[in-house]
Nanobody, 126 residues
Framework: QVHLVESGGGSVKAGGSLRLSCAAS????????MGWFRQAPGKEREPVAVRYSETESKYYADSVMGRFTISKDNDKNAVYLQMFNLKPEDTGMYYC???????????????????WGQGTQVTVSE
């Protein structure tokens, strides 16, 4: 069974940057949608950004548009999230997700992703 392994979380001050990485532990469909969701303490899990493997299609939550950039390395079955100008409200557990199909217009739905990582913590202080 394929697992998603995340790394790169940590603690930074507001305005700082972090880069998250996620790699699948085994082979996955060349047509896939990989990306990130997050969950802040006491809040619902929410989508952050995903991208499709075979095109430049990328999808971002409004709250991170212009500050976060998602990228991929298909050879490594990996996806990355570069986060700039971090804010305290970005604090939370970040989960890597995988869907072996298109991302599609319903990319924000958690139920579309059948693989989830264990999560990596991001903490942004004032």
């Amino acid at each position: 069974q394929v697992h998603l392994v995340e790394s790169g979380g940590g603690s930074v001050k507001a305005g700082g940057s972090l880069r998250l990485s996620c790699a699948a532990s085994g082979p996955i469909d060349v047509s896939n949608c990989m990306g990130w969701f997050r969950q802040a303490p006491g809040k619902e899990r929410e989508p952050v950004a995903v991208r499709y493997s075979e095109t430049e299609s990328k999808y971002y939550a409004d709250s991170v548009m212009g500050r976060f950039t998602i990228s991929k390395d298909n050879d490594k079955n990996a996806v990355y999230l570069q986060m700039f100008n971090l804010k305290p409200e970005d604090t939370g557990m970040y989960y890597c997700v995988l869907r072996e199909d298109l991302c599609g217009l319903k990319w924000r739905l958690q139920s579309r992703y059948n693989r989830w990582g264990q999560g990596t913590q991001v903490t942004v202080s004032e």
